[in-house]
């Protein structure tokens, strides 16, 4: 081959890796670009809700964990996750493979999530969500039925939620359901300021759990009350206003107690002695409606 030739070739074979370098840097810059045009950004979300529920069905069997697209209340994947029960004295339901009752707990509240799965031991299978749901205003059994609700809608599936109280009674019931806020505001160690204008010290833990699944037209309330009084922040500030509670009959704030003797005297275990006697009377139902409704969608 002549110079002139040769050096014609050379400079097409670099046109030709020059292109090929320019369309791999394009096309893996085009999603990128694309996505923040309204038109591609739809087109993305679309391509993201077709693919999901296939990568949803082979996971469940997989890893056993299930991702959802909550559909009005929070963008982000849901991830449903088994929770290991911390075994518990009483089993009261055996769990036979495959006649397991698969409850999911919808919280965003770690130290509720441990104490629940404590409590419920084996009675059920448990698994938990983290769903955005909105913290509703009033009573607090109608709190506890809206965030049900909320959440059967969303999960489709038996669930649980509870919204829990502190309520004063030289304050009329406050905080009540808003204790959240006091606490964030304040901190557990300022809380009990609130009372410094009365003698009356006393307050209860109030603790509503809803329940819901296919076989229900309505939440079922569970409620669960611990009586004590407010004192100055003794023990683990770890789980919210446990360290100013101090229950009837004990000289230990919730705080101070092991994780045994609150867990067989709270609020949260007098509720949940209510559904466990629930749950473990509507066994078979539970299961049939479940078996039904597993045969119905083909899973
Ligand atoms: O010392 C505590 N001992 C308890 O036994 C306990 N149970 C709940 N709390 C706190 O009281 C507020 C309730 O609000 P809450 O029921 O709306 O809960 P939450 O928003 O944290 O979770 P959830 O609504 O996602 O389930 C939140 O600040 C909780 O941390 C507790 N504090
Ligand atoms: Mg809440």
Not at 76 to 81: C, F, M, P, R, V
Not at 117 to 132: E, H, M, Q, Y
Request: glycine share 8%.
């Amino acid at each position: 081959m002549s110079p002139g030739r040769q050096g014609h070739c050379t400079f097409i074979a670099d046109l030709i890796i020059s292109a090929k370098v320019c369309s791999v840097v394009v096309l893996s810059l085009l999603p990128a670009v694309l996505q923040r045009t309204p038109i591609g950004a739809s087109a993305f979300r679309l391509t993201e809700r077709v693919i999901r529920p296939f990568h949803r069905s082979r996971s469940r069997q997989g890893a056993g964990r299930l991702s959802l697209y909550p559909d009005h209340l929070s963008r982000t994947a849901l991830e449903l996750t088994p929770v290991e029960p911390a075994v518990m004295a009483d089993d009261m339901c055996v769990t036979e493979k495959g006649k397991e009752m698969v409850l999911c707990f919808c919280t965003g509240n770690a130290n509720k999530l441990r104490e629940v799965s404590f409590i419920l031991g084996k009675t059920v299978t448990l698994t938990s969500a983290d769903v955005d749901l909105p913290e509703l205003q009033g009573d607090p059994a109608d709190i506890s039925v809206g965030k049900c609700r909320l959440a059967f809608n969303q999960l489709k599936q038996p669930v649980i939620v509870e919204d829990t109280s502190l309520c004063f009674n030289a304050l009329g019931g406050l905080p009540g359901p808003y204790v959240k806020w006091f606490l964030k505001k304040l901190g557990h160690k300022d809380l009990p300021k609130l009372l410094a204008g009365f003698d009356d010290k006393s307050a209860y833990a109030l603790c509503m759990f809803s329940y819901m699944d296919d076989t229900l037209e309505k939440p079922l309330l569970f409620e669960g009350r611990t009586n004590g009084v407010i004192v100055d922040a003794r023990g683990d500030p770890n789980f919210g206003w446990d360290p100013i509670f101090q229950p009837h009959g004990f000289d230990q704030t919730y705080a101070e107690m092991t994780k045994e003797l609150k867990n067989t005297i709270s609020h949260r275990y007098r509720a949940l002695e209510k559904l466990k006697t629930y749950l473990v009377q509507h066994k078979e139902e539970f299961l049939t409606a479940h078996a039904a409704k597993k045969v119905k969608s083909g899973e």
